[in-house]
């Protein structure tokens, strides 16, 4: 689910940017805003690989949820909130309860096993040869980084946000 | 696969593996209904018509939950579900005894009622802000601190329904709501936090959080410096979500500036949490320690009941007044707390369902006396009665049913309470019990002469119309308090066996453990 974001995140941003007079902002240099679009992609991706090696190391739902919030938090500040909210589609308070209900959802799946809420179920499927494994608690901690990057995404942008965006 | 490569016996050490009965969903069910379409209506937060649509029908499917698990439970005795498997006390359980369960089963009610009653009362803008989402959210985290049977969990609850309310108090974001609210949150804040640090040391000291493992625990350490300090920061904690004296300031200050609804249900549900809290940490988990600060409890209850009426009878205005009526019904339970024993164990449950139910009511009521007088001051609210004879006639009940008079629901509680103070000795706290619903009477029947029965201050008289979203859930609750008051038999039933089952936890204990030893602690 959080996959197709970087993809998206940087494509409508870089002429938005331009349109601006640069007297409004304090952090619009020419530089900052622009990296700020690649540095998000990067940064959204990366956070993608912190929640998914989350499961054995160090990493998870949270802190991947906490670098994705800061990656838009950045794209924020470069190019104007608007910006960010057209970038990620979904308003980001939908993402956080859209996470809410997946974890959710994934404690329910242990019904259909005869087991208690919230046991760890998996599968293990073959997809191109490789064994991929698949569990609820994966499922569980992707919530978890939908709610934490919704809603501290939430937060950042109100913080960010100024009377003309 | 992970799974096949250990030996059998070490599974069964480690996790439950007998099938899970289907009737022991029903004990988390309530939270997980109501965070999950807490969830999908934050969703569709965008629009506000179609989520009462949603939320109206979700909260009586929630009553449905509450009611059959209740029904579960008074079948067979407290149910028990560890999260993931685990076994207790590694394993996070929800327990349900009756005591849970008939609070969880209120609670449900409270919220249908209220979430009908927001139809009217909020608007849509303000609906498009969230109030059924945080009104869904708070009511999860509710029963779930009803249901939870882990002291870290209710935790975890206290601070769910805490952040969902605070959404829910600045709801429109006035100037006087910012000011409520500040005043709400940093008492909540500060009572939370008490409420972790007590968690903390009890983890220190019993390495484990599970309450019935405490419990099982707690009487082999008996009265020693720990525990004692502990149950004065739980008393503490507790004491401050519940209003009571001399914490009890933040209530009044904050509760007439929200919406009437979110007012009603914070009266209602909320100060009940933090009473539901004392009795199973005081009562079941300490009883040793709840024993030994029962004269600290008992005084405290005196002090809040006498502090609420002479409060409401000083008001002018009907929220404030009602806010001060709040803290008076939280004395009265926290003096059944404070005597120990069945009947005042029984009586105080009883007491704390009729509150929640009839405080809500009474927001509920001012709400729309509010809107039809055009005033909650009590100098300008006048010929209510001449307005609409039938909000009379509920204020009426509502009013008799808070101070305790027959045949209302407040009746029952208040004579068993008054009872077990007498058969105790303890004829001062009986006496403070009636002198307090005296005085509630007189505060109440001035703001009835005042506001129903005084000729209009200025101008004419129109009829008005009681709207259907403010006529159903006010005449339902009102008709609940009379039905409760006309036949108490299963009520006050129910209240027994669950206040037995709270002073003596053997079924609770073997809920969770199966393997326990009369004697207590688990079979090796």
Redesign the interface.
Known sequence: MAKPKPARAPKPDPAEGQKRSPMRRGMDTLIFRTMAPYLTALMVLFSVFVLLRGHNQPGGGFIGGLIAASAFAILGIAQGVSAVRRALWF?P??I???G??VS??A??MS?AA???????L?V?PNIFGTEVALSTPMLFDIGVYLVVTGAITTVALALEEREDD | ??ANSIPLEALEKSM?LA??PAA??LV?APP?WC??L??????V??RPGLQAWLAIPALAALVLIDAALLFAVTREGPVT?????WLPPF?IAFTVDLTGALFNLTGGIAALAGGIAALGDIDRTKRAYGFY?FLLLMVGGVSGAFLTGDIFNLYVWFEVLLISSFGLIILGSERAQLDGATKYAILNLIGTTLFLIAVGILYAVFGTLNMADIAAKAPKLGEIPPLMTLGLIFIAAFSMKAAAFPVNFWLPASYHTPRIVVAGLFAGLLTKVGVYALLRVMVMIFPQEGNAYSLLIGVVAILTMLTGALGALAQSDLRRMLGYIVITGIGIILSGVALGGQTAIAGALFYAMHSMIVMLALYLMAGVAGRMGGSFSLHDLSGLYARSPLLAAITLALFFSVSGLPPFSGFWPKAMLVKATFDFGAWWQGGVILVSGLLTTIAVMRAFALGWWRMPVSGTVEPARIEASEAVPLVGLTLLSLGIGLYPEPLLALAQTAAAGLLEPTAYLHSVFPGLSPLGGPLP
Do not use: E, N, Q
């Open positions: 308003d308070t939908a956080a309860a859209a809410l209900t959710t959802l404690g329910l019904l005869d087991v208690p809420f919230m046991t760890a998996w293990f | 696969m992970a439950v099938p899970v022991h969903w988390i997980v965070l999950l807490g969830a999908i209506l934050i969703m937060r965008k579900m560890v999260m993931g498997r394993g989402p």
